[in-house]
C-alpha cells in the first residue's frame, strides 16, 4: 500500500497539464515502466472513465490502485494523487486574504484568468468537434447552452442531462436495433449502485432549505458536491458550470474565478478546486470544508467505478449505452459554453488590452502547443505587467 501511496503521490506533485495529460503520465508509469497491467486493460479503463460520470483521470488512477491493492489500493492512489494539489489550494484559500491586496497579485491572478479564458475555449473547441458531428448532438448543445445561460440551476442542468440522455438514445444511435439486442447481458456491482443512489437522494434532501433549520451545514456543503461530482460527464473543466450553478450564490465571481485560476497553475486534478471553494464558503473551519467539499466531490466518480469496473468491457460495448453517451457530451458541450461565457469571460476580460492577450493566446495555444510551465509564465507575467 506504501508503494502505491508514493508512486501516485510523485505523479501527484508533477501531473501538470490536465486530464489528457495525467492519462499520459498513468501510462508510462503503469504500463510502460512498472507493468502494473498491460496496454489493452489500461485502454479500457480510460474508456470506461469518460463513459460514468466524475473526475476521469482520477478515476483512472482510482482504478489502477484497485487493480493493484484493491480498494484500500484505490483510496491510498487517490489520496497520493490529490493530496498536493488540496494542500496547495486549501493554503491558497486561507492565506489568500493576506496578499490579494497588492496591485501586482492581483495583476498576476487576472492574467491567470485570462489563461482561464484560452483553456476553456480550446476545451469547448475541441468537445465540440468531437461530440457534436450530427444534427441532433448541435440541437442538444445549442439547447443546453441556451436555457442553462438564461434560467442558471444545478436542477436545469440534470434535467437537461435526463433529456439529452433520452434524444441520445433514440437518435444517436449508430448500431442497428437489431445488433443492439445481441448485446450481452451488463452485470453491475449493485451494492455500490445503492450507495451511489442513496447518497445522491441524500444530497437532494440535505441541500433543501425545509429540511434542516439551521443553515448552512456541513451537509448542505457535502450535498451541493457530492450532486456536482454525480453529474460531470468528462471531468476536468466541466466542472466549472455544474460548481458555478451550485455554489455561486456562496461567493463571488471573483473567488470562484480566483480558485479556478489557481486550480490551473499547480499539479493534480481539477476537482481539488472543491478544497478552494470549501475552505472559502466554510470560512469558521476552513480545513473542515475543503475536506467536506473533496471527498463529496470525487466519492460519487468512485462508486460508480466500483459499480462498473468487473463489467466494464461488456458496459462499454453496449450501443445503448453509448448513444446516452453520446447526447450527454453534447449537452456537456452547451454547458461549458454557457461557462466560458458567463462567468469566465464576463469577468475575466474588461478591456481591449485583456482581449488582444486571449486572442494572441489562443492562437499560440492551438499552433505551437506550448508547455503548460509557459503558458502559466507568460500570462501570470503580462497580468502583472498591465495590472
Known amino acids: 500500500m506504501l508503494q502505491i501511496f508514493i508512486r501516485f503521490l510523485s505523479l501527484g506533485l508533477i501531473s501538470f497539464g490536465g486530464p489528457a495529460a495525467h492519462i499520459g503520465y498513468f501510462r508510462q508509469t503503469f504500463v510502460k515502466e512498472l507493468a502494473w497491467l ?3 486493460k489500461y485502454a479500457s479503463l480510460v474508456a470506461l472513465s469518460q463513459f460514468i460520470p466524475g473526475p476521469g483521470s482520477s478515476q483512472i488512477g482510482f482504478a489502477i490502485g484497485y487493480h493493484k491493492g484493491g480498494l484500500l489500493g484505490g483510496l491510498m492512489a487517490f489520496l497520493g494523487f490529490t493530496l498536493p494539489s488540496f494542500l496547495l489550494l486549501f493554503l491558497f484559500a486561507v492565506t489568500s486574504y493576506q496578499w490579494f491586496d497588492y496591485p501586482l497579485v492581483q495583476g498576476i491572478i487576472h492574467g491567470l484568468k485570462l489563461l482561464a ?6 476545451a469547448v473547441w475541441s468537445m465540440f468537434n468531437q461530440f457534436c458531428k450530427r444534427p441532433p448532438a448541435i440541437l442538444i448543445m ?6 442553462v445561460l438564461l434560467f442558471p440551476s444545478i436542477w436545469i442542468q440534470f434535467c437537461l442531462l435526463v433529456l439529452a440522455a433520452i434524444v441520445g438514445r433514440y437518435w444517436l444511435s449508430s448500431i442497428p436495433e437489431t445488433l443492439a439486442s445481441t448485446t450481452p447481458r451488463i452485470n453491475l456491482n449493485y451494492f455500490w449502485l445503492s450507495l451511489f443512489t442513496l447518497l445522491f437522494a441524500g444530497s437532494i434532501f440535505a441541500i433543501s432549505e425545509n429540511v434542516f433549520i439551521q443553515q448552512p451545514s456541513l451537509l448542505k456543503l457535502f450535498g451541493q458536491f457530492y450532486q456536482v461530482g454525480s453529474m460531470v460527464f468528462g471531468g476536468g473543466h466541466v466542472v466549472l458550470p455544474l460548481l458555478q450553478s451550485s455554489v455561486g450564490n456562496s461567493i463571488s465571481n471573483d473567488q470562484f474565478l480566483t480558485g479556478y485560476a489557481l486550480a490551473q497553475a499547480i499539479p493534480g486534478p481539477m476537482f481539488t478546486l472543491a478544497a478552494y471553494l470549501g475552505a472559502q ?12 467539499a ?19 468491457h461488456t458496459l462499454i460495448a453496449s450501443p445503448g449505452i453509448t448513444s446516452v453517451i453520446a447526447g450527454v457530451n453534447a449537452a456537456v458541450v452547451g454547458f461549458l459554453l454557457s461557462a466560458l461565457y458567463h462567468p469566465i469571460f464576463t469577468s475575466a476580460v474588461i478591456d481591449n488590452i485583456d482581449m488582444v492577450l486571449v486572442v494572441i493566446g489562443f492562437g499560440l495555444f492551438k499552433i505551437i502547443k506550448p508547455n ?10 503580462a497580468g502583472g505587467v498591465f495590472a
Not at 445549442?142 to 436555457?147: D, Q, T, V
Not at 470560512?283 to 470544508?289: A, H, I, R
Open 117 to 122: 479564458v484560452v483553456v476553456v475555449t480550446d
Open 294 to 312: 473533496t471527498l463529496a466531490i470525487f466519492l460519487p466518480g468512485f462508486l460508480l467505478m466500483l459499480v462498473a469496473l468487473k463489467s466494464w
Open 142 to 147: 445549442l439547447l443546453s447552452f441556451s436555457l
Open 372 to 381: 503548460v510551465f509557459f503558458l502559466v509564465l507568460s500570462f501570470g507575467v
Open 38 to 40: 498491460d496496454e489493452k
Open 281 to 292: 464558503i466554510w470560512v469558521t473551519q476552513p480545513l473542515v470544508g475543503a475536506l467536506v
